[in-house]
């Protein structure tokens, strides 16, 4: 029991501020714990929890991609395009997400087979996406969607909204892929030491490429799922998104460094920033002053695991080795 509480310390934490950030919610408007309220204003964060499961397993892997959000702009501007052309959606969008998991897949290989840094290659690719996109939407966006490519953001299974289920179908779905299965197993070694790996015989190449390839897929339903919601699509769709997404998946407990952290946190992490961020316009906080605090919860997710660890390092060093009186490791220290 005791064991499980210390491994899910950080997960426990995120529930304790999400129960907390409610409780400052629910003061500045007595209608924030309404439950059909609640889901409605959660099915506004789908989109970003697609996107933040998709990174999960490049930051588990010790890479990052800022590319998701022009990603996901293509992919609901070609939709959009497929939409006007007539193309059922049973066909468009399964092509959407091949296109968008070639997209991704174009990033692994630059990473891991070309050996270039992941922050330079995705800088690089986020704006030549976003190109790609402002290519195909045209200077007055795609709009005139028919009912069948946006009945998603409509729909209701009881009183949670279908896209909060797909958003939750999709975290049980990366949890398994990292949890139960090679690939995930080979996720957390490659963090925890890329070369190390190599010389065990795991294909750190096929892997990195393989979590790129899954965060195109990812942003590409996040495409969908803004085209379902906004029943329009531009160039500039979810521009400036990453941070939130960035900021989710660290805040949950993902190392920057890779080989720690489950997808469980950053569920938890998304449900928190959702609950801060309706909290702040229910209390008239600027964009501007949002976007500081997503920020700063950023730098603070990363500082805080750094410091916990100095200070157990240092703790530990303090206490004297197994089976060595105190007396005689003060002698040894004063010689």
């Given at each position: 029991m005791r064991s499980n509480i210390r491994r899910y310390s950080w997960e426990l934490l995120l529930v304790v501020l999400i129960v907390l950030a409610g409780i400052w919610s629910s003061f500045l408007s007595p209608y924030f714990l309404d439950p059909v309220n609640l889901l409605s204003s959660a099915g506004f964060f789908v989109i970003f929890a697609l996107m933040a499961f998709g990174l999960f397993p490049i930051i588990l892997q010790g890479e990052i991609d800022i590319s998701l959000a022009s990603t996901l702009a293509v992919g609901s501007v070609l939709l959009g395009r497929f939409s006007q052309l007539g193309i059922p959606l049973a066909v468009a969008l399964p092509l959407v997400l091949v296109i968008c998991g070639l997209l991704g897949a174009l990033n692994g290989v630059l990473v891991a087979v070309v050996g270039l840094p992941s922050l330079a290659v995705t800088l690089g690719t986020m704006g030549a996406y976003r190109g790609i996109a402002y290519l195909f939407a045209g200077d007055a966006g795609v709009t005139g969607i028919p009912p069948s490519y946006v009945s998603l953001g409509s729909t209701w299974v009881g009183i949670v909204p279908m896209t909060v289920v797909l958003a939750l179908v999709v975290g049980v779905v990366f949890a398994v892929l990292t949890v139960a299965t090679r690939f995930g197993r080979n996720s957390y070694a490659i963090g925890n030491n890329a070369s190390a790996s190599r010389m065990a015989g795991l294909s750190v190449s096929a892997s990195r490429v393989g979590a790129y390839t899954l965060a195109g897929v990812a942003s590409g339903l996040a495409g969908y799922v803004w085209l379902a919601?906004?029943?329009?699509?531009?160039?500039?769709?979810?521009?400036?998104?990453?941070?939130?997404?960035?900021?989710?998946?660290?805040?949950?407990?993902?190392?920057?460094?890779?080989?720690?952290?489950?997808?469980?946190?950053?569920?938890?992490?998304?449900?928190?920033?959702?609950?801060?961020?309706?909290?702040?316009?229910?209390?008239?906080?600027?964009?501007?002053?949002?976007t500081l605090v997503i920020g700063a919860l950023l730098v603070c997710s990363i500082g805080v695991p750094r410091v916990i660890d100095i200070v157990r390092k240092k703790i530990a060093a303090s206490r004297p080795a197994v089976g060595v009186e105190p007396d005689v490791v003060r002698e040894e220290a004063v010689h």
């Open positions: 919601q906004y029943q329009s699509a531009r160039g500039d769709n979810a521009d400036g998104s990453i941070l939130f997404v960035l900021t989710a998946v660290v805040l949950g407990g993902v190392s920057i460094k890779g080989g720690s952290g489950r997808a469980l946190g950053v569920f938890l992490a998304i449900v928190l920033l959702g609950t801060i961020q309706i909290g702040m316009k229910l209390a008239n906080v600027s964009g501007t002053s949002q």
